[in-house]
């Protein structure tokens, strides 16, 4: 009588454990997904590009983009960091909801972000760095705070930028203005509470806290968000090794004690600070594009280290790598963007097309390089299809980046300046009115410092240097046209 009754439990137990295993089975079957965002790169600062700069190395970069594709022309929805985050966190344009194309679109509840989609198909979800999407910032109580928006976990800041080295409580109690400029310093907002560093670097700071999650969270599908705040500024603030690298010498670090910093913020103050060393002047032309190799030196070693540790823990060949820059670079941190005209805060091709480039073994070839131009709205429709998630092709404004469409229309809009792209061509108001201080000698001026309505010829004219529109007038009206209907048809829908 007992052996008879063993075998239903017997069955029983099998047939759990058959199902425990099926549903390992099928979550292992989903790839991980590891998205790393970078701030204000270069486009020629990217080593898998052919026109990359010949004082760079980026050879972990170039470990992405040699394992899968690299895109020749990526393009973000806005010329900074908050807008074009939203875009690309949300796969919308984000002047669908935000009609004045601000600074600070923030996040609706009515969208519904990639996080979430991944969030609710099974994955961990954190997010590691730079949280801007320009506004509410410093509070964890908003939709714009990642864990309202999917995020499980969130270890960094909720602002434009952060000081490099100081992170800890002990600083911010001692400086009077610690939010009050574009960038802050102090404790990094973790989770619902903050945490405090009392020493470290704040690029080693992320990657060891993205490591410590890659290595809590193996066993089951994840989606990490690695949001640098390298390359942004301070561009000075850098390891010692780096900067005796590129031998170039280090500049103190701010002291709330100190009153030698003068300029229109009060001496003494971080603002003031800040104010000093983001731009030129208190550093010169030479001096600032060897910081940013140091930084940007820095920065690649970092994601080394990630991509080790993938590799170590064997999750590399069950991984999609993302690779991005968040918008153009700026010549104003030494940045250098050749062959594209001027860079970050216009919607010439330096401020808008990034270096992008994305990885999945046993799935995409290596070694492609894309020319059909892309968009950063293109990222989330990518993962949540790697990710067996089915959405409407109607939801989203980005597509599949592994089937792009040489004809797509793509459009801009920011500030009072808009483009458009079509096939080759686009057409453009755009100006170049939001530069403060002298860029640096890297810096490749536009055309035109005017509203008037330019075209140009992206495939021949990649530089943007002769202007077409008298020459094709009816590709002139076919374009600004294409852009009135489409802005017609879908700003304000949510």
Known sequence: MK???????????????????KKKVNEL???????????????????????????????????????????????????????????????????????????????????????????????TTSRIGKNDLGQKFHRNDVREYPLHHGYDEFLGFSAHAHDYWLNSQEIKERTPDPYGTSALLGPLMHNMNEK?????????????EAIDFIKRKKDKPFFLTLAYN?????????????LDKYNVEAIPNYDPDSLVVFGKHKAGTYSAYYDKYSRLGAINDE???????????????????????????????NTIIVFVS???????????????????????EGGIRVPMAISWPGKIEEGLVVDDYVSTLDIMPTLLKAAAIEI???????????KPRKNRLLVWKWQKTWAVRKGDWKLTNTNENSWKGRPSNLYIKPIADDFTLKLFNLTNDSSERVNLADKYPEKVTFLKTAYENWMKQNVGKY
């Not at 022309?73 to 669908?96: D, E, H, I, W």
């Not at 250098?336 to 805060?345: D, E, R, S």
């Not at 409407?392 to 592994?402: F, Q, S, V, W």
């Open 392 to 402: 409407a092709d109607d939801t989203l404004d980005g597509i599949n980046l592994l």
């Open 3 to 21: 052996n008879l009754l063993l075998i239903p439990i017997l069955l029983f137990t099998f047939a759990c454990t058959k199902e425990k295993s």
């Open 29 to 123: 079957d989903k790839p991980n997904i590891l998205l790393i965002v970078v701030d204000d790169l270069g486009y020629a600062d990217f080593e898998p590009l052919e026109n990359k700069s010949s004082d760079i190395s980026t050879p972990n970069m170039a470990r992405i983009a040699n394992a899968g594709m690299v895109f020749t022309q990526a393009y973000t929805t806005a010329p900074v960091c908050s807008p074009s985050r939203a875009g690309m966190l949300t796969g919308k344009n984000q002047f669908r909801w935000d009609k004045h194309a601000s600074w600070g679109p923030g996040l609706p509840d009515s969208v519904k972000t990639m996080a979430e989609y991944l969030k609710d198909a099974g994955y």
């Open 196 to 208: 405090s560093y009392e020493e470290g670097y704040l690029t080693d700071i992320f990657t060891n």
């Open 230 to 242: 390298s390359v942004h500024h301070l561009i000075h603030q850098v390891p010692q090794k780096y």
């Open 287 to 317: 001096n600032l594009r060897k910081y940013y190799l140091a930084n940007l030196n820095c920065l690649d070693d970092n994601i080394g280290r990630v991509l080790d540790v993938l590799e170590s823990e064997k999750l590399d060949k």
């Open 326 to 348: 968040d918008n153009g670079g700026t010549p104003l941190n030494g940045a250098n963007n050749a062959p594209l005209t001027a860079g970050k805060y216009s919607i010439w």
